[in-house]
């Protein structure tokens, strides 16, 4: 196990925020491994954990997209879709970080791993499937109740993963409630922050267990790191093959999955290997 500092935090969530970066995403799927391998973290400790670093990364890069990103007709179109979505992920959060603390390791492997896998099909699905939609005809209460189901489904991978969810909230508003990609980018991270911060809160116990060195030598860190490399990540987006960035990047995410959250493998939540 890597000696958890500040330093080696500060890189691990560079690296993992630039790869982040350059396929539009804060890298929070990547840094679960991260913690759990790299710094030997049991995996709900690590849950927990990457949950504090998304908030970090999605706080910064909300107030900067709010800043610079322009608005217009568009987003005012989606809003009441994504209050409705932050509403679903608000309600699912809190119970799912109830449930999280009751599953038992293995299962929670077994889940982890299934999602993470999930998540790298999808990634390979968006590079051969056009996403742009005009979005399912549907009136202002359907799209409000889709809303709503859609950030239940979508709040709970994030209390699972730990992680702010954006690789499924874009996907669902352009797809499904046609917004396009700058729209559904903004909104992605306004509509993952009230979740994030619901799971959080239900997780006060996990993160006081924690203890402030984790929370300064990893946590902090960890998410600053993971700002500054998508920053890095998406000016390098023009220089890089955005396709087979995410094919190989969901290949990583795939093996990584299967190979550290395999049943067999077990590690106990003080982050030493058992037996």
């Known amino acids: 196990m890597i000696r958890r500092s500040a330093p080696t935090a500060l890189v691990a ?17 990547f840094r679960l491994p991260v913690l759990v391998q790299l710094f030997g973290y049991g995996l709900r400790r ?10 970090v990364t999605v706080a910064a890069a909300a107030a900067a997209r709010v800043v610079v990103a322009p608005r217009g007709a568009a987003l005012e179109h989606i809003g009441v879709v994504a209050v409705a979505m932050a509403l679903g992920g608000m309600i699912v959060a809190h119970s799912g970080s109830r449930w999280l603390a009751r599953v ?5 492997r077994r889940i982890v791993r299934g999602l993470l896998v999930f998540i790298g099909v999808l990634l390979v699905i968006e590079v051969v499937v056009a996403w742009p939609s005009p979005g399912l005809p549907l009136g202002d209460l359907g799209r409000m109740a889709l809303g709503v189901v859609a950030g239940i489904v979508i709040g709970a991978v994030s209390s699972l993963l730990g992680v702010a969810g954006g690789e499924l909230i874009i996907p669902t508003l352009m797809f499904v409630f046609g917004a396009d990609i700058r729209t559904a980018g903004t909104l992605s991270l306004l509509i993952s922050m009230p979740s994030v911060l619901v799971g959080l809160a239900s997780q006060r116990a996990q993160l006081v267990a924690a203890g402030r060195q984790d929370l300064t030598r990893v946590v902090v860190p960890l998410g600053v ?3 500054v490399g ?12 955005g396709a087979a960035v995410k094919v190989l990047l969901s290949a990583v995410l795939i093996v990584s999955a299967l190979k550290l959250f395999g049943v067999e493998s077990h590690v106990s939540e003080s982050g030493r290997p058992m037996a």
């Open 13 to 29: 969530g560079a690296a993992v925020g630039s790869l982040g970066g350059l396929i539009g995403l804060g890298g929070a799927e």
């Open 46 to 55: 690590a849950v927990t954990l990457n949950l504090a670093a998304s908030l």
């Open 104 to 108: 038992s390791e293995s299962d929670l």
């Open 225 to 227: 790191g993971s700002v």
């Open 230 to 241: 998508a920053i890095v990540g998406a000016t390098l987006v023009a220089h890089v093959p």
